[in-house]
């Protein structure tokens, strides 16, 4: 008490101060430390969180990749048995003389006969097909042209595939001549006006003759004779009303005759103008063979 009382107001003063001030420094260490322990233990508990979450995705891949092992396993057991069985075959294959290679090679083959039995087959429908529109067109151009087959002036016939209109030559001809007379005019107009409907086909005129030498001054030979004629039957169809770009004109002589030159019928028959009808590219099918 006697030191106490030693010590000045002021000093005293200023010690509980620096007293009052100690403590609270004291106090916000301690409120700091505590935050600090808070904040550690949230940062701890978020660490564990964090750390449980890596274990159980450690676990999940290690599941999957058992799984994906027993998967391996079972894919490399199921080659084995594949390849167990693919050696089984060829040796099943190589016990009866055969091969693989073989039984493809024979694939290929039966494939290629196959394809081109198609190709045939297709062929065949095509010149099917062309066949039937000629017929009908043969059917048609008979019909239309009845009155000149009925009277003899005009012979229809299907050679080589060919429609073919065989006119004599006496119905368009005199003897050695090449002027058509007025008969044939009258029965080529009638000819003319019936082709003139078909414009997508074209037409030969060929002159014919039998094998009796020629006798006229004005031609060398029964070619030249029928030559003649031809062109003069061509030249009168386009008179009449054909296309010139449709029509062509030859003499074949005496060198294609339809019946032997041994009788007076049978020359009569070789004297004669064939209007032929030529046949378009599409009707132009290849036939197998046999």
């Known amino acids: 008490m006697l030191a106490l009382g030693c010590v000045s107001q002021g000093k005293y003063d200023a010690a509980l101060m620096e007293t009052a001030r100690v403590r609270e420094q004291v106090a916000e260490q301690r409120l700091e430390a505590a935050q600090c322990h ?139 001549r090449a002027e058509v007379k007025r008969r044939g005019k009258e029965t080529l107009a009638a000819i003319a006006a019936v082709l003139a409907t078909l414009p997508q086909r074209r037409f030969q005129v060929a002159g014919h003759s039998d094998d009796q030498p020629i006798r006229q001054a004005a031609f060398a030979s029964n070619w030249e004779l029928s030559a003649a004629r031809g062109l003069a039957v061509l030249a009168f169809l386009i008179q009449s009303g054909m296309r010139p770009e449709a029509l062509s004109a030859a003499g074949y002589g005496e060198f294609d005759p339809v019946q032997p030159n041994d009788s007076p019928e049978h020359r009569t028959q070789n004297r004669r103008i064939e209007i032929v009808l030529q046949p378009n590219i599409d009707e132009l099918v290849s036939l197998p063979a046999g």
Not at 51 to 59: G, I, V, W
Not at 80 to 88: G, K, N
Not at 99 to 105: H, I, K, S
Not at 133 to 162: E, Q
């Open 38 to 176: 808070t904040a550690d233990a949230s940062e701890l508990a978020r660490l564990r969180a964090d750390l449980a979450a890596l274990q159980a995705s450690d676990a999940a891949t290690g599941r999957q990749l058992a799984e994906r092992q027993a998967h391996d396993e079972t894919c490399a057991q199921a080659l084995d048995q594949a390849v167990a069985m693919a050696s089984s075959f060829r040796s099943e294959l190589a016990r009866m003389g055969r091969d693989v290679d073989e039984l493809l090679a024979t694939k290929g083959a039966l494939a290629s006969s196959l394809e081109q039995a198609r190709e045939r087959l297709e062929e065949l429908r095509r010149a099917q097909a062309a066949a039937d529109a000629r017929a009908n067109l043969l059917r048609d151009i008979a019909s239309r042209l009845k009155r000149m087959v009925d009277s003899g002036d005009l012979r229809i016939v299907l050679r080589s595939g060919r429609m073919v209109l065989a006119l004599p030559n006496d119905v368009l001809f005199d003897s050695g």
